[in-house]
């Protein structure tokens, strides 16, 4: 079982910074995408950025420039460090893993997730 606890959202200015961080317990061996994702109210989640297992790295465009993502197996962690924040970047944000099985079954694990809230 992984489980996955995030830390780091807040309330912020338009402008300004946070950094969120991901510890994640238990092995996440076949993880194919380890990173962040989001949800406004009334919206679908959206994956912001994202590692991949050959540690490629995904972002939204719509963050690209201002985001960045980054990982530490050793301590089993993942940060999102999110600069010039806009209050559409408003949301909740999920820190995810998503896998195959042997079997060949996808699997995946969402943590509580985390509120981010951008005034303007």
């Known amino acids: 079982q992984v489980q996955l606890v995030e830390s780091g959202g807040g309330l912020v200015q338009a402008g300004g910074s946070l950094r969120l961080s991901c510890r994640y317990s238990g092995s996440i061996f076949g993880f194919e995408t380890l990173g962040w994702y989001r949800q406004e109210p009334g919206k679908q989640h959206e994956a912001v950025a994202t590692?991949?297992?050959?540690?490629?790295?995904e972002y939204a465009d719509a963050v690209k420039g201002r985001f960045t993502i980054s990982s530490d197996s050793a301590k089993k962690t993942v940060d999102l460090q999110m600069n010039n924040l806009r209050p559409e970047d408003t949301a909740v944000y999920y820190c995810?893993?998503?896998?195959?099985?042997?079997?060949?079954?996808?699997?995946?694990?969402w943590g509580a997730g985390t509120q981010v809230t951008v005034s303007s």
């Open positions: 995810v893993v998503r896998g195959v099985s042997d079997d060949g079954r996808g699997w995946h694990y």
């Open positions: 590692i991949s297992s050959d540690s490629s790295l």
